[in-house]
Structures are given as structure tokens and as C-alpha cells.
T-cell receptor
């Protein structure tokens, strides 16, 4: 059974810092991995999707890497801003469904 | 383009009562998902529809939960009777095609319905 874990559970940083969020999964036979953002009272927004054959994806200040053999992914956020404050979720697809991690709650203060 | 709509946004009921949630997906999206997100956890898939047929309901507690998607558009999720452990946010999502193996088909999520069972 696939299990997805995210560390840390919560993170508070000053504006401008570069930071790394971690995601690990137990079954490396995945098809892709996605990072989502969830704002309070709102649904999830897809940030990046990495196919199993890819090593990383970039979008603006966000960079996600994937090491399928070790069952790990990282989301790198450069030059963090208060607007980045949200919960970040990773999800893996290894059947026909997404399996989500527990999320990292990020707070960026001015 | 309008997003996924859900109602109500909040609901408070007592245990053993019934409750229903409604979802209107993005126009033209064939696949609809219902997720349950308990506080501090990631979303868990309850049921997935392809048009008006069920693709996966393996994690739906069928003794108390039911869902339908008549005419392949709107969907309703019902809980009857509710238990304390059903307190969660219920998220609806839709995608253009069925998210098959290796699919890059993006799921678009609604704002969710926060259910509190007292």
C-alpha cells in the first residue's frame, strides 16, 4: 500500500528565504508526482507535475525534483514571499488514483 | 471559465442526522471525484465517476455514504447517518478525461464543504 509522508509538517520563515519541502513515498512504482497548494477555505491548485521519467520541473520560483528510486521528491521555493503562505501537498499516482501526503503548512512572515 | 462549484460551504449537524453535498464540475469535464480531507491529513479519494458511471468507490463507506452523478454532470454525495468521525472537508474535483495511468490530466478542485458532526 502506497504511503506518502511530508516533512516538515509546519514551517515558518522570514520573507526572502529559500526553502525546501520534502515528500517521500513507499512504493517507487509511480507514474507521476504532483505538488499542490491549498489555501484556507479554498480547494487545491496544481503547481507542478513530474512524470516518472523526469528528474525535475520548474515554474517561476518553484522547482520540484524527483528521485523515484529512493522514493523522494523535494519542492524548492526561491526567495519566499508572504503570498507563498499556504499548505503544500504532494501526491503520487501509481494506479488510477492520486495518493496525497499529509502536507506542509508554510508561513512566510514579512 | 467557471471553476468547480460546491455547496454548501459549511454544514453543522448532529450525529445520526443526514447530510448532502452538491458539486457542479467544470463544463465538459467527464471525470468527477469526491475526496474526504480530515483535519491535518491529505485528501482521500472516496469515489470517482466517469460520465455517470462509477470508476472507483473502493474507499467509500457504503453502509453510510452514497453518491450519484445523474446525467453525467452534477453530483451529490450523501451521508446517512453521520458519525463524529465524518467531520472533515469534502472536496469535489473534475478533469477533462479519465486520469489513467501516467496521465497528466489536471484535476481542478472546488473550495470544499466543511462538515462538523456534533
Amino acid at each position: 500500500k502506497q504511503e506518502v509522508t511530508q516533512i516538515p509538517a509546519a514551517l515558518s520563515v522570514p520573507e526572502g528565504e529559500n526553502l525546501v519541502l520534502n515528500c517521500s513515498f513507499t512504493d517507487s512504482a509511480i507514474y507521476n508526482l504532483q505538488w499542490f497548494r491549498q489555501d484556507p477555505g479554498k480547494g487545491l491548485t496544481s503547481l507542478l507535475l513530474i512524470q516518472s521519467s523526469q528528474r525535475e520541473q520548474t515554474s517561476g520560483r518553484l522547482n520540484a525534483s524527483l528521485d523515484k528510486s529512493s522514493g523522494r521528491s523535494t519542492l524548492y521555493i526561491a526567495a519566499s514571499q508572504p503570498g507563498d503562505s499556504a499548505t503544500y501537498l504532494c501526491a503520487v499516482r501509481n494506479t488510477d488514483k492520486l495518493i496525497f501526503g499529509t502536507g506542509t503548512r508554510l508561513q512566510v512572515f514579512p | 471559465e467557471a471553476g468547480v462549484a460546491q455547496s454548501p460551504r459549511y454544514k453543522i449537524i448532529e450525529k445520526r442526522q443526514s447530510v448532502a453535498f452538491w458539486c457542479n464540475p467544470i463544463s465538459g469535464h467527464a471525470t468527477l471525484y469526491w475526496y474526504q480531507q480530515i483535519l491535518g491529513q491529505g485528501p482521500k479519494l472516496l469515489i470517482q465517476f466517469q460520465n455517470n458511471g462509477v470508476v472507483d468507490d473502493s474507499q467509500l463507506p457504503k453502509d453510510r455514504f452514497s453518491a450519484e452523478r445523474l446525467k453525467g454532470v452534477d453530483s451529490t454525495l450523501k451521508i446517512q447517518p453521520a458519525k463524529l468521525e465524518d467531520s472533515a472537508v469534502y472536496l469535489c474535483a473534475s478533469s477533462y478525461t479519465r486520469g489513467g495511468l501516467g496521465s497528466t490530466d489536471t484535476q481542478y478542485f472546488g473550495p470544499g464543504t466543511r462538515l462538523t458532526v456534533l
